[in-house]
């Protein structure tokens, strides 16, 4: 039993990482098994001494070892564990286990560990509430996964506030420590003031009034986004709760102030999903027309939104899981084990979730565990995974084309990037034969690079080249021989070895390369380089 082999902290990590040689433990599945049954155990000392070896693997194993924290911390907060054991040493080691699992979770991971830590919350335990609501606590406080926390704020915010009024008092007090831990992750210094009024509204109906009425004489200046808004959702629907008439065209215009300063209508979720449909049945309730009158102001705000966000949907966590093996094996990267696959997939499904299609969190998400030696590999693969989800996640709709007349000569949709930057996603190119078109735009934003991928028939949609023949006039033509004759350049072109010769000088002839059926044509001084331009239009017509 691990209990005979080790005495201490210091003779579990050196008989893991020394005599062992765990220096991968999450591959080494019977010593996972050994220190499992061991945390499980009947034996006090022997329990002890297997929760000790889980934190330490908590601590040092690498990026393996990660979906095994989830399953510890469903453990830990299952009503059957370890956290209200009646031996205090097992008590004590199963909260200190918590401290390594929260510090290694890493941003993405974060909704995934707040499932278990929700049902802690919600436990007929008071040791376990405890337990989950200073998890959530450590989480809000990391500067690693207070990113993760504020993106998820709108379902946080919930599950600890219905805990301030529990009868345990040790639950009770953390509730209200740990919702001013979580209010702070707004960081907007405008809402800061407020805080301690929105808590206090939870815990006494009294305050809503006070608070709504400043906040709606509040000048807002700081831009407002999804975290700042999941904190005043909770104040705002417990205010339309009231059958007070005031009190809601209050909300009303709190709701059109915070919405004129949200930049993106993707961080107005929190206020779409819930407080939107109690903006919608107030104003059927409502009599006073100009109270009626600012609500529909408020509606017709949040409504903009609302159809940006109906563009977003969900991807199940198999979808992922598709995509990521996919992409893996185009690239040649080796099998990832299966815990592995469905601990990265629910991260990206996270990410879906909150929409956040930004490729920084996408690669700390997935780069740390692909064994590959390559850089850029590894994150073509990240990239790949990123633009295909975002891809199936938004809700397409045919757009109404212009009226025009005439075949279609191509009606696609497309993703366009160069080496690590993204120049186009889920872009729509729709042309008709005969019509012409002019590409415009600055520098650097992928014209070019766009033409060329057309050329090469590398434009996902675009017809084929035994269907329709693209040629891309280059601006530049590098490298060119200057010791080859205009007649020679064009002859060296593999494309135009087999035309006739009749054929190439007749067209340079109608592009202006004078008489080139003299004698001398095929010793003309002039030189393609000179002829440089011409000579590359030529040849692309002839290759017409």
């Avoid at 609500?295 to 899981?321: D, F, H, M, W």
């Avoid at 990521?324 to 879906?352: N, R, S």
């Avoid at 709709?397 to 497309?414: H, I, K, P, T, V």
Wanted: proline share 5%.
């Amino acid at each position: 039993m691990l209990r005979s082999l080790v005495g201490s902290e210091m003779c579990i990590r050196d008989r893991l990482y020394g005599d062992a040689g765990w220096t991968d433990p999450p591959r080494s599945t019977s010593a996972l098994a050994q220190i499992s049954e061991a945390a499980s155990a009947r034996d006090v000392g022997t329990r002890v001494h297997g929760l000790v070896a889980q934190k330490l693997l908590s601590q040092y194993a690498g990026p393996g070892f990660e979906p095994e924290l989830l399953v510890l911390l469903s453990h830990l907060m299952n009503e059957h564990g370890v956290l209200f054991h009646k031996a205090k040493p097992v008590r004590e080691a199963a909260t200190e286990l918590l401290t390594p699992i929260t510090t290694k979770i890493r941003p993405a991971a974060v909704p995934l560990a707040l499932a278990p830590l929700y049902d802690g919350v919600s436990s007929r335990k008071w040791e376990i509430q405890a337990g989950a609501l200073s998890a959530i606590g450590r989480l809000v406080k990391s500067k690693k996964t207070k990113v993760g926390v504020a993106r998820e704020l709108r379902s946080v915010i919930p599950v600890v506030s219905d805990q301030m009024s529990c009868t345990k008092l040790q639950v009770a007090e953390l509730a209200v420590e740990t919702m001013r831990e979580v209010c702070g992750v707004c960081g907007n210094k405008d809402l800061a003031p407020f805080v301690e009024q929105i808590i206090g509204s939870v815990i006494s109906p009294d305050v809503v009034g006070s608070c709504v009425h400043a906040l709606a004489s509040t000048v807002l200046v700081q831009q407002v986004d999804a975290p700042a808004l999941a904190v005043v959702e909770p104040l705002l629907l417990r205010a339309l709760s009231l059958n007070q008439t005031a009190m809601r065209r209050k909300v009303a215009v709190v709701v059109s102030n915070l919405a004129s300063m949200v930049e993106s209508a993707l961080d107005a979720a929190p206020f779409v999903v819930r407080v939107l449909p109690a903006l919608r049945a107030s104003l059927e309730r409502l009599s006073d027309l100009e109270a009626k009158s600012v609500t529909a102001t408020a509606i017709q705000n949040l409504e903009q939104s609302e159809i940006t966000l109906s563009r977003y949907g969900v991807l199940s966590q198999s979808a992922v899981e598709g995509v990521l093996c996919e992409i893996c094996t185009a690239h040649q990267v080796p099998a990832i084990e299966t815990p592995v696959v469905e601990f990265v997939a629910g991260m990206c499904c996270g990410l879906v979730g909150a929409r956040a299609f930004e490729e920084k969190p996408w690669v700390e998400c997935i780069l740390p565990f692909l064994e590959v030696e390559s850089d850029e590999v590894a994150k073509r693969v990240c990239v790949g995974v990123l633009e295909s989800c975002s891809f199936k996640a938004v809700r397409r709709e045919s757009a109404a084309d212009l009226e025009e007349e005439g075949e279609d000569l191509c009606n696609c949709e497309f993703s366009l990037a160069y080496a690590a930057k993204t120049l186009a996603t889920n872009t729509r190119l729709h042309l008709k034969k005969g019509k012409r078109y002019g590409l415009c735009g600055a520098n650097g934003c992928g014209k070019s690079t766009l033409l060329r991928a057309i050329a090469d028939g590398q434009l996902e949609g675009f017809p084929p080249p035994n269907e329709l023949r693209a040629i891309h006039l280059e601006q530049d033509t590098q490298a060119i021989d200057s010791e080859l004759t205009l007649l020679e350049f064009v002859f060296a072109e593999p494309m135009c070895g087999g035309l006739a010769r009749e054929r190439v000088v007749a067209f340079l002839c109608e592009l202006g390369f004078g008489d080139l059926n003299s004698d001398s044509a095929g010793s003309n001084p002039g030189s393609a380089g000179e002829a440089n331009l011409g000579a590359h239009v030529g040849l692309s017509l002839i290759h017409i």
